[in-house]
């Protein structure tokens, strides 16, 4: 039997499809173990991503805006921006050596992750990335630095979220404003200005491309460090890679491939102009808050003019070490305002910020310290409000104050009484009948006490906080007011000086010209805000007396006068504090030198603190002259005024007397021929003048003055002693007849040359004659009382053609006015039609 047996095939695969099939089983048992695992993770909400905090760093800068004085948050320093402000050059460049396909992924690149798992598997270590720029935001803010599988896998997850809750320009401009350039440094604005002093909109490429190539490592790549060459390197790579996606052309990666990049990071971040700088931060905790001054990227732009500041401080260095040894002053410091606008330009609060000897840190220019005689301008102008004048007389002799204690009629105080005040003057010496002028300008104190009882303590604190002062209540002060007995600071006083340079205008003290936050919002603006606070006419008869060199040489000579510059010195008791604070109408400085300890000086305020003062005007001027003061208004009420509110001391009843004859002047003398004589009565000033309406009637009874019994005695003294020095005028010594030569000669001067119509051609000769008593000895020539010339030798002619004065053509009147040999006037005037 034949049997037709077949075998049963083996139904077998090929070894490479049991190997993938395995690979596909076991790649499904991982991804099934993923997702239970992914399913147990937790992950952060993506939602605290907008949540999170940004840290920007605020700057203090100067007035140009160009000068970082100050970072203030030390650990980050950042300025957020949005992205079309960052231009597109840094973009680029950051796009394409970080993430080149940034713009079409999904927040991961699949070919990169699968990249980097093979990678690590074989490593062992997981520390490849395959980061995408999205997936270093959520590294770098949601996340820990632990570089574990989970950690990696909740940065793929939320990579993809992220995209999905922002825009690939908003993800961007997180990136750039938060990438780390090194140091404190972070953002590339931040890093723009710190390396390149220019906005990140104004990088050229080379620039561009070597912010880009620090941010996988900042430190190692530092321009600064010990790496310059692989940084340098790095940058090319970046420059090839702006080739190759389009975004350079050639001929730019050439030439930025080859330019020299000079970087000007200041990496200390060291602050300048320390004091000031504080003071700033002061201002910015008590309105904004710690936090968002701190944190939320302010830009603040000062009003310090940043090269008037480094001569302030070199001011101040120059002398450090010499009032230390010639005068034990150990410290001083500046502050400078432009009274137009209250703005400080300068503020040196000491010698040196770091000095630890001193305590160098503490600002003495905002610390309370009493002011000296410089306190004595607000007691004169505030008289000079009140109607006392420049002229006006005070005895400097040695005079009680105190109303408990008997009169002095010796020439040096013999009651030492602790209830007694009889303030000396600084030399020791006593000048008798001195002007308000001199007696501010030499800074005599008898005199300025007598004027601060004739004003009012009131009435001088008022002015005083009217200028910005912080003073108390009259119960807190006595006459000793007037030489510095109330405490102020340096920059208050700079600043209440500056109403007198601004002509009693008052631009209060700022520091701030704007403030913005890291999205351009402004916060804070200057806006000027004058106010009328002093009496302008008294303003300017103060800065008249204060500028005037010859009233100040008697005591000080010229080693603090500057042509056109009011300035006074102040010295406290015991040489404990030494100030000078001068103006124009566009600048206000003031010096301060002493101790921090309040320990004595060997010296007061022109010889510690003048030369620093003088110093640092002297060059400010030099680059930025100043205009000179307006000058005070005629008094009209002047020559009615009581003659010692006029400068006459000798007595109360005066009689004019023409200078030619002798005899008596009448309405018709003219004012160059007369002169005052007095009938001699020597009173002191509260004899005359009702010190509650100074310009009224005289006393009728002077004793009711309850300091008239302690001034007059040593002013009769003085009188006694030096009545020979001057002589004695009585009533019989008067004439009791009247000039008259004056208007009565009958004498006239006349024009010849000049005709009703006149050519603006032509030139015109004309001639002034005269016929009068007296000889003519000049004359003054007008058109349109507009002056033109003076006429001094006979004969009196002059010529001129009228075209060469543009404001001729038409009718205009030519006038003469002749002066003889007895100051009489004659005037003769004709008018003339100029025609072409």
Avoid at 528 to 539: G, L, R, S, T
Wanted: charged share 20%; glycine share 6%.
């Amino acid at each position: 039997m034949i049997m037709n047996m077949k075998k049963k095939k083996k139904n077998t695969l090929p070894p490479w499809k049991k190997a993938v099939f395995s690979l596909l089983a076991l790649g499904f048992i991982i991804a099934g173990g993923l997702l239970v695992w992914a399913s147990l993770i937790r992950l952060p909400d993506i939602s605290s991503f907008e949540a999170r905090k940004i840290s920007n760093s605020s700057k203090i800068t100067d007035r140009t805006g160009e000068i970082v004085l100050y970072d203030i948050n030390q650990s980050v320093r950042r300025t957020e921006i949005p992205l079309e402000q960052m231009g597109t050059t840094v973009q680029h460049a950051v796009i394409s050596i970080e993430d080149a396909h940034f713009y079409t992924h999904k927040g991961i690149r699949p070919t990169s992750v699968i990249r980097a798992v093979f990678a690590n598997i074989t490593s062992g270590s997981f520390s490849q990335g395959g980061s995408t720029i999205t997936q270093q935001i959520i590294k770098n803010t949601l996340l820990n630095n632990k570089k574990t599988v989970a950690r990696k896998f909740k940065e793929w997850v939320l990579a993809i979220k992220l995209e999905r809750h922002f825009t690939k320009d908003e993800i961007l401009q997180i990136y750039l404003n938060d990438a780390p350039f090194g140091s404190t440094i972070y953002g590339v604005e931040e890093a723009s200005l710190a390396f390149f002093k220019k906005k990140s909109v104004d990088l050229d490429v080379a620039e561009a491309a070597y912010l880009a190539a620090m941010i996988p490592a900042p430190t190692y790549y530092s321009p600064f460090g010990q790496h310059r060459d692989a940084l340098d390197v790095r940058k090319n790579l970046v420059l090839e890679k702006m080739l190759q996606n389009g975004y350079i052309d050639q001929t730019t990666y050439e030439t930025a491939k080859e330019e020299t990049v000079t970087f000007n990071v200041d990496a200390s971040n060291s602050i300048k102009a320390p004091h000031f700088v504080f003071y700033i931060l002061d201002y910015l905790e008590q309105k904004y808050g710690k936090e968002v001054m701190e944190s939320e990227g302010l830009t603040i732009k000062t009003t310090l003019d940043f090269e008037m500041q480094k001569k302030a401080e070199e001011a101040i260095t120059s002398y450090a070490e010499s009032n230390k040894t010639r005068y034990n002053a150990s410290n001083s410091a500046l502050v400078a305002i432009d009274p137009t606008t209250g703005q400080i330009l300068s503020m040196v609060g000491s010698k040196d910020y770091f000095a630890k000897d001193i305590d160098g840190a503490f600002n003495v220019a905002t610390a309370p310290r009493q002011p000296g005689s410089s306190f004595k301008p607000f007691v004169y102008a505030t008289a000079f409000a009140e109607g006392y004048t420049p002229e006006t007389i005070m005895f400097d002799v040695p005079t009680e104050f105190s109303t408990n204690c008997p009169a002095i009629t010796t020439p040096l105080p013999d009651n030492d009484d602790k209830n007694c005040y009889h303030p000396s003057n600084f030399d020791g010496k006593f000048k008798g009948p001195m002007n308000l002028r001199s007696a501010l300008a030499e800074s005599r104190n008898v005199p300025s006490v007598k004027i601060l009882y004739m004003v009012g303590l009131e009435d001088a604190l008022n002015t005083g906080k009217s200028l910005g002062l912080k003073l108390g209540d009259k119960s807190q002060y006595g006459l000793s007011l007037v030489l510095g007995g109330g405490e102020v600071t340096l920059l208050d006083m700079v600043g209440a000086y500056g109403v007198f340079a601004n002509s009693g205008v008052r631009n209060p003290s700022n520091a701030i010209l704007e403030i913005t936050d890291h999205k351009g919002t402004i916060l804070e603006k200057y806006e000027p805000n004058p106010i009328e606070a002093f009496d302008h006419n008294a303003a300017l008869t103060l800065n008249d007396v204060l500028s005037d060199p010859v009233a100040r040489t008697p005591t000080f000579g010229s080693s603090i006068t500057i042509p056109g510059v009011a300035v006074k010195t102040g010295t406290t008791n015991d040489d404990r504090d030494a100030w000078i604070v001068g103006y124009t109408p566009n600048l206000v400085v003031g010096v301060w030198s002493g101790n921090n300890k309040n320990q004595s000086m060997h010296s007061g305020g022109s010889a510690v603190s003048g030369p620093i003062w003088k110093k640092f005007m002297s060059e400010v001027f030099e680059e930025k002259p100043s205009p000179a003061f307006e000058k005070p208004v005629p008094d009209p009420e002047y020559d009615s005024l009581k003659p010692i509110l006029r400068g006459v001391w000798m007595g109360n009843n005066t009689v004019q007397i023409d200078s030619i004859t002798g005899l008596r002047a009448t309405e018709n003398t003219p004012l160059e021929a007369r002169t005052e004589r007095v009938i001699t009565d020597v009173q002191d000033i509260l004899y005359w003048v009702n010190k509650d309406d100074p310009r009224g009637p005289v006393p009728q009874n002077p004793n009711s003055d309850p300091q008239f019994h302690l001034w007059n005695p040593p002013v009769q003294a003085w009188w006694l002693e030096h009545s020979s020095e001057y002589g004695i005028t009585t009533e019989g010594d008067i004439p009791t007849e009247y000039e008259t030569v004056h208007g009565n000669d009958g004498g006239t001067i006349s024009f010849s040359g000049l005709h009703n119509t006149m050519k603006l051609e032509e030139s015109v000769v004309v001639s002034v004659e005269s016929d009068g008593t007296y000889p003519i000895t000049s004359i003054d020539i007008f058109v349109d009382d507009n002056y033109l010339t003076t006429l001094s030798t006979t004969p009196f002619r002059f010529s001129f053609r009228p075209k060469e004065y543009g404001y001729l053509t038409g009718q205009h009147i030519i006038k003469a006015v002749g002066t003889d040999t007895i100051f009489n006037k004659h005037e003769v005037d004709k008018k003339i039609l100029f025609t072409e």
